[in-house]
Nanobody, 121 residues
């Protein structure tokens, strides 16, 4: 059974950087679309960025140029590099694995537990 565990969240200053990790176990991530979602207090969960099994990436317009998703096949891990962080990036970040290329959370069957990212001034 595929299991995902996020790590790397924390408190970061406005304009700072953070790298999140999504470590998989039980199965390889190679054949999945892997996406990062986030949910801020009082707001709906939204897809942030994803990477396909072929290595194509897609991102929210608001994070393009600031966030980058990548895979390390040897470590069976997906990363989210976040730069130039803004206050509105504050949220719990989740990674998820699915079989479709979409930001619709309903299409992802395996989720991590989430990691908190807090951006402060």
């Amino acid at each position: 059974q595929l299991q995902l565990v996020e790590s790397g969240g924390g408190l970061v200053q406005l304009g700072g950087s953070l790298r999140l990790s999504c470590a998989a176990s039980g199965s390889t991530l190679d054949y999945y679309t892997v996406a990062w979602f986030r949910q801020a207090p009082g707001k709906e969960r939204e897809g942030v960025t994803l990477i396909t099994r072929g290595g194509n990436t897609y991102s929210l317009e608001s994070v393009k140029g600031r966030f980058a998703i990548s895979r390390d096949h040897a470590k069976n891990t997906v990363y989210l590099q976040m730069n130039s962080l803004k206050l509105e990036d504050t949220a719990i970040y989740y990674c998820a694995a699915g079989t479709a290329v979409t930001f619709d959370a309903l299409n992802y069957g395996v989720w991590g537990q989430g990691t908190q990212v807090t951006v402060s001034s």
